[in-house]
């Protein structure tokens, strides 16, 4: 069975960089399409801010964090590179694995509700102050 696990979080000043990484355990990586979520404290879901298609040729971002946030992987890892941060973009970070689907029509789709994907790491902790 597929194990994530996210670190690299913090406490960090508005404006600075972080980057988290999702280890991926247990399975081939690349059976597997990879997303980032986030969420609030007191909030109910976790919202999706960017993923990476399975066939790597896609990947997408949401408004509030395009331009500042990058995906970018190696063998077993998935990294999100967090530039500008804002006191806004403190939360709890998730990466989350959803395995490839069998009809090759979805393959370069990048997934974006958290009931999509199977697997999740714990998460981690960032903190932006102002």
């Known amino acids: 069975q597929l194990q994530l696990v996210e670190s690299g979080g913090g406490v960090v000043q508005a404006g600075d960089s972080l980057r988290l990484s999702c280890a991926a355990y247990?399975?081939?990586?690349?059976?597997?399409?990879m997303g980032w979520f986030r969420q609030v404290p007191g909030d109910k879901e976790r919202n999706f801010i960017g993923?990476?298609?399975?066939?790597?040729?896609n990947s997408y971002y949401t408004d509030s964090v395009k331009g500042r946030f990058t995906i970018s992987y190696d063998q077993n890892t998935v990294y999100l590179q967090m530039n500008s941060l804002k006191p806004e973009d403190t939360a709890v970070y998730y990466c989350?694995?959803?395995?490839?689907?069998?009809?090759?029509?979805?393959?370069?789709?990048?997934?974006?509700?958290?009931?999509?994907?199977?697997?999740w790491g714990p998460g981690t902790q960032v903190t932006v102050s102002s």
């Open positions: 989350a694995a959803r395995p490839v689907d069998r009809d090759t029509k979805w393959r370069d789709r990048v997934w974006a509700e958290p009931y999509e994907y199977d697997y």
């Open positions: 247990g399975r081939t990586f690349n059976m597997y399409t």
């Open positions: 993923g990476i298609s399975w066939s790597r040729t």
